[in-house]
């Protein structure tokens, strides 16, 4: 069992960004035509891609400033323009395009040239003889930066159309129908730069405003589920896609540095990041869209390429294949790598460069799904209480199962789980009791699965509080005299306190109903910030806590100073004069003294501003008080035997 001390150990592992060396892709083909209008801010000419299967043939679709090109990749080692239907936008301001297929039709969109955009559907049924334009209207939507199908309700969501979202039913494949405008009065959407929608469930990519998501199951009453508007690692919230188990979202920020998240949203109203992932230069890197297939997760990333990870394990992802297809420096505004999409029959993959075209790579094997996946990976709990989590077992295990341990469990932990050995592709309860106090860090609690060839881990995280102990008190010392009235508490360090409650009382039998004071510290000395009464009988406790449980530790008693702690010397008046002061102060007994006293002026917090020695057989001294601010001071008068303390006011 490894034991993390410091509290921050948990969230550097949960959300580390994980990355590994992969294996270069093998690069098949790329088209490129070098007469088309280039974007001058950008030096670029291409934007979105998207493939799909028609006719027996393989095509990959990108956008330009010219249009929409349909690439025939059937032999991916020689791309060909097959087809083009130019833009309803055209020219050198065009930069954004997007498009997705449903149906046998293809619907593409464009964000720029807003008196002549249109939303363009593009019949494909006829391939690999021709395409038809069979819808340009700007009826419901001018410009729009982004769309999304859902393919389950043939619903066409325009994402960024003039700040707004707009729902299309496609049911009717060539003559859409409005559903409903976002925002507005049932749901106050904010701009939506992209989302992925599936049976109903909107991930909406919200740029500034973070991921939201929506039940639009009723386009008139969508219902809000959740919202993630904080996270580590935070950027401009670009695009995403869901694993397929349903279980996560991937997440991209287009901002520089920023890695892509693994997004636990098993819970709507606690979405947040359980893990991270890297390209080859984690500063300068921008992730810009990403597609999962299998227990792959395809990305597109300026400046970097194609990046492949496995996410098998989402709480472990690995880089295993990359490649650059942009040879220039990295840079402050946008360029290399637009788009992504691998999913064509072949497997093979496609990648949009902003500069060089349509690129074709190798299909990738999906790897094998031996990864352990736990519902929960961080615990705060206390001892007594059971921790009980789903452990999801990999696909790939053998038939015969896999056998659940967990090594190093502490000797009076037990772990039940629901089925040991684990069949692939089950869910198994895991139930631990009797898990001892982690005293202040946390576990790491390692489980493994294992059949007759694979070996696979996961982690989990402890914080376990049990009872803490009773603080020793040490200052103010058991039954202490002429103590200052703001004095220093001081007790130790009780094992499993997270923190502690200073009490101040001045009953022992009813302590509870006579607290005059109370504060709550982490540290083991506390000095009050009001001074306490003169010469007064006090009672003080410290109670150890933390989120579970807490101790109180033994009741002491203390007396402060002041003009009651003593009275007058058996037949010996002492007279102070004049008083208030405020030149000269004069100290006089009327006997001369038996002993050697010392003599202190001391500020309302005890700090000491004039120490004097009267002598035995002295019976006076004076003290100048000129210097002196006015304010309530204390005289004090020690002798081996007797203390006497009395209060001083200087006027000016």
């Known amino acids: 069992m490894n034991k993390i001390t410091r509290i921050t150990a948990i969230c550097l592992l949960a959300f580390s960004s994980i990355f590994g060396q992969g294996t270069e892709a093998t690069f098949l083909g790329n088209w490129h035509d070098d007469n088309i209008v280039i974007v001058p801010w950008l030096n670029g000419r291409y934007n979105e891609v998207w493939g799909f299967a028609q006719g027996g043939h393989e095509y990959g679709v990108i956008g330009s400033t010219a249009g929409i090109h349909f690439i025939d990749v059937t032999n991916p080692t020689n791309p060909q323009q097959a087809f083009l239907v130019p833009g309803s936008t055209t020219g050198s301001g065009l930069v954004h395009r997007d498009f997705k297929d449903f149906n046998g039709y293809l619907y593409a969109v464009q964000d720029e040239g807003f008196s002549t955009a249109t939303l363009q559907i593009i019949d494909l049924q006829d391939l690999p003889n021709s395409v038809t334009q069979v819808y340009s209207s700007n009826e419901f939507v001018q410009t729009s930066h982004n769309l999304y199908i859902d393919t389950s309700q043939a619903r066409l969501y325009l994402l960024g159309a003039s700040s707004q979202t707009k729902v299309l039913d496609i049911s009717n494949p060539a003559q859409p129908v409005l559903l409903a405008t976002y925002p507005n009065s049932t749901l106050n959407l904010p701009y939506t730069h992209d989302a992925f929608i599936k049976d109903n469930i909107g991930y909406m990519n919200c740029g500034n405003s973070g991921l939201w998501v ?168 206390c001892t007594g209480e059971p921790i009980t989590f789903d452990l999801t077992i990999g696909n790939d295990f053998a038939g015969s199962g896999a056998t659940l341990d967990v090594p190093g469990l502490p000797a009076t932990a037990n772990v039940v789980y629901s089925a040991n050995p684990a069949m692939p592709g089950s869910a198994v309860t895991l139930t631990i009791t009797g898990y001892p106090s982690t005293l202040g860090a946390i576990d790491e609690m390692i489980i493994t699965a294992s059949d007759d060839v694979n070996t696979s881990s996961a982690s989990v995280f402890l914080a376990v509080a049990g009872q803490p102990e009773a603080p020793a008190l040490s200052l103010p010392a058991d039954n202490a005299t002429e103590v200052v009235l703001q004095p220093v508490f001081v007790w130790g360090v009780a094992l499993d306190a997270a923190s502690y409650k200073l009490e101040v009382s001045t009953d022992a039998a009813s302590f509870d109903d006579h607290i005059v ?49 003593t009275g007058e010397l058996a037949g010996n008046r002492l007279a102070i004069y004049p008083n208030p002061a405020n030149g000269m102060l004069f100290i006089q007994f009327e006997q001369p003294l038996p002993e050697a006293f010392q003599v202190q002026l001391l500020s309302p917090s005890g700090q000491t501003l004039q120490q004097h020695k009267m002598l035995a057989g002295a019976n006076g001294i004076s003290l100048n008080m000129a210097a002196t601010p006015a304010g309530i001071y204390w005289l004090k008068l020690a002798s081996a035997e007797n203390t006497l303390v009395r209060k001083i006011v200087v006027q000016r």
């Not at 540290?523 to 989120?547: D, I, Q």
């Not at 101790?551 to 007396?559: D, H, I, P």
């Open 214 to 381: 929506v039940d639009f199951t009723d386009p008139a009453a969508p219902i809000l589920l959740g919202t993630m508007t904080s996270y580590p690692g935070a950027g401009y919230n670009h695009s995403g896609w869901l694993s397929e188990d349903g279980n996560y979202y991937f997440l991209c920020d287009e901002t520089h540095g920023s890695p892509i998240k693994t997004v636990d949203i098993s819970d709507f109203g606690n979405l947040h990041v359980v893990a991270s992932m890297d390209a080859s230069s984690s500063t300068t890197q921008i992730p810009h869209n990403c597609i999962i297939r299998g227990n792959l997760l395809y990305a597109s990333y300026y400046y970097d390429g194609l990046q492949v990870f496995d996410v098998s394990n989402p709480l472990n992802p690995v880089r295993v294949a990359y490649y650059d297809t942009y040879a220039g420096p990295d840079e402050s505004f946008y360029a290399g790598a637009w788009g992504v999409n691998p999913n064509l029959p072949s497997g093979n993959i496609l990648i949009s460069d902003i500069q060089s075209g349509l690129w074709v790579f190798g299909s990738l094997d999906q790897p094998q799904d031996l990864a352990i996946v736990p519902s929960q990976t961080e615990f705060n709990t």
């Open 517 to 565: 004071y109370s504060a709550t510290t982490t540290n083991t000395t506390f000095t009050p910030t009001v001074a306490l009464a003169e010469g007064t009988a006090y009672y003080w406790r410290v109670k150890a806590r933390n989120n579970c449980y807490s101790t109180y530790s033994a009741v002491r008693t203390f007396k402060t100073e002041g003009v009651n702690a």
